[in-house]
């Protein structure tokens, strides 16, 4: 048996001003060939647990590629072009028996709002019979098109993601037990007009975590895989938004049943996937009142985890207004200012133009730096592995970073985008962060994998940025409309 195994991943923010060329995925994996295994296998993707299946069927394994970027703007068509190539030039020489693919399932690609449609539709034409497994992450904005071009489609039942390896091999098993002959998987997918914003999508709260219950019951009940996509708000394309697919064993009309429920259960909850904020100064003060930390302080409207720049200063700024003491930050994205700091070196006191290098036009906001004066405590490469339940084992590279000591905030600056999601990226340069009593990370749900345990208290703060929650700031042009809640009164 002979399968080919691969990853092209990336959440696509239309709004973001980061641009997505092959670089942005070489900043956080591009491996090709022999290395993908290297790379990727022990740790907790999909793509290991396709490579641990792969070995205990005695299969042949090919792995033409392995791509992923941290979330930003539409893919360039160059990039998506060549990171298919891989995969398409590699299905069309060679025969194989069935492929995985870990996939994400909200690409955005120039001219091709479908990354991953297009992907299984041409893999498809060259191998029309061929079985294909497939995993996708919970943010997935699931499409007819994807579904009908493959054989299994599954995707993550937590946010954070701390399931990835578990799904992976769930989808591969299916799949290997359709090859032996023993299930003959059928799919039903469908999708409700609802645009759920990601900060309620955390699966240890209402709503989400009662409709990952269902999927788990409804698997135990005998489907082969049932699935919940909260969508990514932040892709404007038609079908983005909340959906799901069910596998049955041959039996279409179960699975139709099953994922209309599941759809019916979302749709009932609707209201509850919006999140309501506060104002900012509000927000920094109700913390300030907090004795015992540590407390976390989400900057969600910056998440790079989403596609934010990771470098507006508005909550930072109003945390040193309001004179918070002891808090660590993580993380300031700013190449600019760790070559500065790099420069001084360690215990230098520097007068800097903080973050505020990037203009986002699509909330008409430019760059705002915050002018500060501090001192450089720590210098690193930036490399550390992740020891978490998220990603846990990959390697992280944030580039040349610095810590910048200002005002009773230690402020961790990258040149590299990172969401703070494993303890890491406080840890390698010196910072622990149980021992704070604030921490200040732009991220939304994914740091509950590594600082949910840590947290006394955690506080939303609604600063500025592409990934705000902040419907009113974005402007929608080809998404389905009427659609929940930017049409309020829309119907089932």
């Known amino acids: 048996m002979r399968l080919l195994l691969a990853m092209m991943k990336h959440e696509t923010n239309t709004f973001s001003p980061i641009p997505t060329g092959l670089a942005r995925f070489r900043d956080w994996s591009l491996v090709e060939g022999d290395a993908v295994t290297a790379s990727f296998a022990g740790t907790n993707h999909p793509l290991a647990a396709y490579l641990d299946l792969a070995r205990e069927a005695g299969a042949e394994i090919v792995t033409p590629i392995a791509a992923v970027a941290m979330p930003s703007g539409p893919v360039e068509a160059e990039t998506y072009e060549k990171l298919c190539g891989r995969i398409l030039d590699t299905l069309g020489s060679e025969k194989f028996d069935a492929a995985m693919l870990d ?39 699931l499409t007819e098109r994807m579904v009908a071009n493959c054989t299994a489609l599954i995707g993550y039942k937590t946010y954070p993601h701390v399931d990835m390896y578990d799904v992976g ?56 895989a049932a699935s919940v996509f909260g969508g ?39 209201e ?23 407390v976390i302080l989400l900057d969600h409207a910056d998440n790079t985890g989403s596609g934010g720049t990771q470098d507006t200063m508005a909550v930072i700024g109003e945390v040193l207004r309001q004179g918070l003491k002891d808090v660590a930050v993580a993380a300031v994205w700013d190449p600019q200012a760790v070559t500065i700091m790099c420069e001084a070196g360690v215990g230098a006191e520097v007068t800097l133009e903080l973050g505020g290098k990037t203009d986002m036009p699509s909330i008409g ?27 846990t084992g990959v390697e992280v590279n944030t580039g040349a970073t610095a810590v910048l000591e200002v005002e009773g905030l230690r402020i961790v600056v990258v040149s590299k985008h990172h969401e703070p999601w494993d303890l890491g990226v406080f840890t390698s340069v010196g910072i622990e ?45 080809n998404i389905r409309r009427p659609i929940f809640p930017l049409d309020w009164n829309t119907q089932p």
């Not at 915050?370 to 998220?390: E, F």
Request: hydrophobic fraction near 40%; charged fraction near 25%; charge should be neutral.
């Open 103 to 141: 996939l994400h399932g909200a690409m955005v690609v120039e001219g091709e709002p479908d990354g991953e449609g297009g992907l299984l539709e041409r893999m498809r034409r060259i191998a029309p019979k061929l079985p294909i497994a497939v995993t996708c992450d919970l943010h997935a904005n």
């Open 365 to 391: 906001q430019d760059g705002r730096p915050l002018r500060v004066t501090g001192r450089v405590r720590n210098l690193s490469d930036g490399r550390w592995i992740v020891r978490g339940p998220m990603y």
């Open 272 to 294: 509850n996937f919006i999140y309501k904020g506060e104002p900012l100064d509000e927000a920094v003060a109700r913390a300030k009142a907090i004795d015992e930390g540590p």
């Open 433 to 477: 962060p149980q021992h704070c009593h604030y921490l200040l990370l732009k991220s939304r749900i994914h740091y509950r994998a590594g600082f949910a345990p840590l947290a006394k208290a955690t506080i939303t703060c609604d600063g500025e940025g592409v990934t705000t929650s902040d419907n009113s700031q974005l402007k929608f042009e």
């Open 232 to 270: 990514f708000p932040l892709a404007d394309i038609a079908e983005a938004g909340l959906s799901a697919v069910v596998v049955c064993n041959g039996d279409a009309g179960a699975a139709r049943t099953t994922c209309d429920r599941l759809l019916a259960a979302a749709w009932a909850e609707r």
């Open 169 to 224: 091999a769930q989808v591969g098993r299916i799949l290997l037990r359709a090859l032996r002959g023993e299930v003959a998987p059928v799919m039903a997918w469908g999708n409700v007009a609802l645009l759920p914003q990601t900060l309620r999508m955390g699966t240890a709260d209402a709503p989400m975590s009662q409709l990952q219950d269902m999927t788990r019951s409804e698997e135990r009940a005998g489907a082969l």
